[in-house]
């Protein structure tokens, strides 16, 4: 069987479908892990095809048998538009990720089948179903797979990945934020561990020189993660890796291994400046008050801070964004991920907003964390927009990029540091001029 896998096109972020041939999707085109590893549990007997049409064009005329979309919200309305074309044709379609498995209903109507959260035990199922012309509508495995069963990923297929990998380590995530779709996609708050030796492995397969970690989080159980970084010394790659802001706060050990281990940054879901909108959407782990001190160790140990932050929460009023702005520049944060509250099918958050009749709409190509599609409780629309767009024109002002790239360059400990805190930088601040228009 023929199957072809398709990442759609992406309008909104740091490397979208307009990029196409830039520098900055040659050299920071976000590794996207999830259509290689649907690759890597597919049986050999079946052909397989990974097309990225961030970077290359889908040819609706090659024949195929099987054709499966991943999708994002955002990205809902292109994914349906490829499918229905596809199914024009008479070919069967599969669709899954984060949107189909939270409104599978909406999504079959323009699918064969919907594979509902993980699809290691789904995926192999579907196939055999369809080999015998009996594909069901729906697959949703009922358990979850065991962590050391997780396969690699067949990155003999990515064709447009020359600089930064992607791997995975653990599955899920224990805190519930009520924002985030984690928590639902992978069935609850259980956390899984893959074998250390096996993460080692299949990093040491991976050609490329710099990573990024797509776990939630790496720093959820700090024995697992010192044990890995321990063995990840001996490979001398840098990467990327999502972070709790409590557990580097305290850790020394853990920086020192992460330091030593390649660590060029971590990425830290401060979220709010205001410790009553954490709690209000349930980030409980984060502390305002110890934010700064997070920052300072993490940098002391030659390592950047990448920082989230998110406008429009319930206790946020329109003097969150000035006062955000003064704590980014007090705590002397290297790159900063600014958003607008979105609240994604599949999170509590989006239960909530329709419960009491606060969404604006269900657009969902603006679903992208630039648009506002929620009413705010405490300013307008117009002003939650105009603040977020005045924090990050403000971020990512000339004078205060090239202040912060040459802080990047100074603190690089190694070559590959000295290029990714700078590129970061770099592309944010062309995603915000373009999407933002400043």
Known sequence: MDISLIFPRIEHGVTTRSDRGSWGSIIFGYPQITLPHLAGMTPREHSVELINE???????????????????????????????????????????GYHPSALPQEAIQH???????????????????????????????????????IRPL????????????????????????????????FGGRTVRYRPVENVIEEIKAMPNKVFLFHDPSLTINPT???????????????????????????????LKLAVDAGCIAWFVGFESVSQKSLKDVAKNCNKVEEFKNTVQKV????????????????????????????????????????????????????????????LLNKDWSRYNQVDVVFKPKNMTEKELYEGARHVAKNFYSPLKLIKRIWGNITMATSLPSLFVLPGINLSYQRYYKRDYAF
């Not at 991943?70 to 292109?78: I, Q, V, W």
């Open 299 to 358: 940098q002391k140990y030659g390592m950047g801070v990448q920082g989230g932050i998110i406008f429009g929460l319930d206790h946020d009023g329109p003097d969150i964004f000035d006062s955000t702005l003064q704590a980014l520049q007090d705590w002397g944060i290297d790159a900063a991920e600014i958003n607008i509250l979105t609240p994604y099918p599949g999170t509590p958050i989006y239960e909530q907003f329709v419960q009491h009749d606060r």
């Open 154 to 185: 067949r990155r003999d297929l990515i064709k447009h990945m020359p600089i930064l990998g992607g791997i995975q380590s653990t599955r899920g995530c224990p805190h519930g934020c009520e924002f985030c779709a984690i928590t639902n996609f």
């Open 54 to 96: 961030n970077y290359e064009n889908i040819d609706f005329d090659k024949p195929v048998d099987l054709v499966g979309i991943t999708s994002y919200t955002m990205t809902a309305p292109r994914v349906y538009a490829i499918a229905d074309r596809f199914r024009e044709k008479g070919v069967k379609v599969v669709l899954g």
């Open 111 to 149: 699918a064969d089948s919907i594979v509902i959260g993980e699809a290691e035990l789904s995926w192999p199922q579907l196939l055999m179903d369809y080999k015998k012309g009996k594909l069901k509508k729906f697959y949703k495995a009922d358990a979850l797979i065991e962590a050391e069963k």
């Open 224 to 254: 697992y993660t010192k044990s890995l970084l321990k063995q990840m010394k001996k490979l001398h790659k840098g990467w990327v890796a999502n972070a709790n802001a409590n557990i580097l706060a305290k850790d020394e050990e853990l």
